[in-house]
């Protein structure tokens, strides 16, 4: 892996972190929003959830890439496990920055003391099923043409990892 640093995301992270999430809106069904966002509001998100951490990774001059945390599901039996992701710019695939960087977020759940994280990936996604597979990840589930986007339905499996 390339001389990475792996920090919690800072205020001036935000534009590089909807910059790489706006790629991916806007080129595949990997997210499946539809429209563009901005870094003000993705600050705002990640400020009214400050138990669930948001990770980047950066060389010192960019952001190569953010892994977070949020809620799950809005139930109180639910407060231990959370729902994970991951993003990357291109130009870090590949180069084990993705392993580096989702292997501290789940160091920091499971020191926060979260029991198990949870991750949806629109298939197909070989890359993301490697990456959560190599990380202790197992498959829990497939939901059938659950997101409509680029013009076709898209499956979306579900990935867990007992953190605990």
Not at 4 to 27: C, E, K, M, P, Q
Not at 145 to 154: D, M, S
Request: aromatic share 10%; proline share 4%; charged share 20%.
């Amino acid at each position: 892996m390339p001389d990475v640093t792996i920090r919690a995301a800072r205020g001036d992270d935000f534009h590089a972190i909807a910059a790489i999430t706006n790629l991916y809106i806007a080129t595949t069904a990997i997210h499946f929003a539809y429209d563009p966002v901005t870094a003000e509001e993705l600050a705002v998100r990640r400020a009214k959830e400050p138990r669930y951490p948001w990770l980047v990774a950066d060389d010192g001059t960019v952001v190569l890439g953010f892994a977070k945390a949020g809620m799950w599901r809005d139930r109180a039996a639910y407060v231990r496990t959370c729902e994970t992701g991951i993003y990357l710019d291109p130009r870090a695939c590949g180069r084990g920055v993705g392993s580096a960087l989702y292997a501290a977020l789940l160091v920091e759940l499971a020191s926060a003391g979260f029991r198990s994280a949870v991750a949806g990936i629109t298939l197909p996604n070989p890359a993301s099923v490697a990456l959560h597979q190599r990380l202790g990840f197992t498959s829990v589930g497939i939901v059938r043409e659950a997101g409509f986007k680029l013009g076709r339905w898209h499956d979306v499996g579900f990935w867990q990892k007992l953190l605990a």
